[in-house]
């Protein structure tokens, strides 16, 4: 009788296989299930970060036409930063606080030495690509915000995953965009408010997440339509064609992702690699 081993002679060739071979046959063992509810509600934190660069862009333009002044961006950010911080810790708890051991004023002196050294560096980030011809500065702007987006931590375990990265390089596209402003002022709040829209928010947004689900969602919501508000005050075309995006993200490609999980048929049986279920350390001892 054959066996499936290659360390004893059988009177069988090497390629030899008998009819029980397939009856191990396994298809999609390790297939995961999804729910469409459970994908649109993920897809949520692509929709953010999408409307977080649509907000950003639009902000720069609103101070490189003169409609919105530096000092009403500064007061708009501190007070959204503020609360922002008051919800943080209403969700949390207080349980991440304790976790670190760091307090409120360490928080507030962060923040000072922050604002204070962007403050004082704010006439060099004005100066710094003057001889970059602007088209190129916005090149390169366009090129980071999208490396953002692809490199951003949207919950998913992947190699391409780099949070450091990511915002390195949103705060990069910030510098060149705050380079083409008026004045300093305009240059500081900028690089101030990339701070708060691309590191502080995301924080907040996993914090939602995490502890109260519809929040999250009526926040994202909220975000959105705000975001396709500005963007409709500028192009009402580019309105329409961002909430499509937007759309499809959240409804159209969850359904595709549903359907072609259907047609997903992964094989499994003896052809696959052995796994060592034993505990080999007393070997290695």
Not at 132 to 150: C, V
Not at 158 to 176: D, G, H, P
Request: net charge positive.
């Amino acid at each position: 009788r054959w066996q499936k081993v290659l360390y004893e002679r059988q009177p069988f060739p090497d390629n030899y296989v008998d009819q029980r071979f397939l009856e191990e046959l396994r298809k999609n063992v390790h297939a995961r299930q999804y729910r469409y509810q459970a994908v649109v509600f993920q897809s949520g934190a692509v929709v953010q970060q999408l409307c977080s660069v649509c907000v950003f862009v639009l902000t720069w333009w609103y101070m490189d036409t003169g409609m919105l002044s530096p000092q009403g961006l500064f007061g708009a950010a501190l007070v959204s930063s503020l609360l922002g911080y008051v919800l943080f810790d209403a969700v949390d708890g207080g349980a991440g606080r304790s976790a670190s051991g760091r307090t409120r004023w360490a928080d507030l002196k962060s923040t000072l030495v922050f604002a204070a050294f962007t403050y004082g560096f704010s006439p060099v980030l004005k100066t710094l690509t003057e001889s970059i011809s602007t088209d190129t500065i916005y090149a390169m702007s366009a090129l980071m915000l999208l490396g953002h987006l692809i490199f951003f931590d949207y919950g998913a375990n992947a190699a391409i995953v780099s949070s450091t990265l990511s915002l390195n390089m949103a705060i990069f596209a910030s510098v060149c965009l705050a380079s083409r402003l008026p004045r300093s002022l305009h240059a500081f709040v900028m690089v101030t408010f990339a701070m708060q829209i691309f590191a502080l928010w995301p924080m907040l947004q996993k914090k939602l997440k995490a502890r109260t689900p519809r929040c999250y969602v009526g926040v994202t919501v909220l975000f959105a339509l705000a975001a396709l508000a500005g963007l409709a005050t500028v192009s009402s075309v580019g309105a329409v064609l961002f909430a499509s995006l937007l759309l499809a993200i959240s409804c159209l490609c969850p359904y595709c992702l549903i359907r072609l999980q259907l047609l997903k048929d992964n094989i499994h049986g003896p052809w696959d690699e052995a796994e060592i279920k034993e505990d080999l350390s007393r070997f290695l001892m």
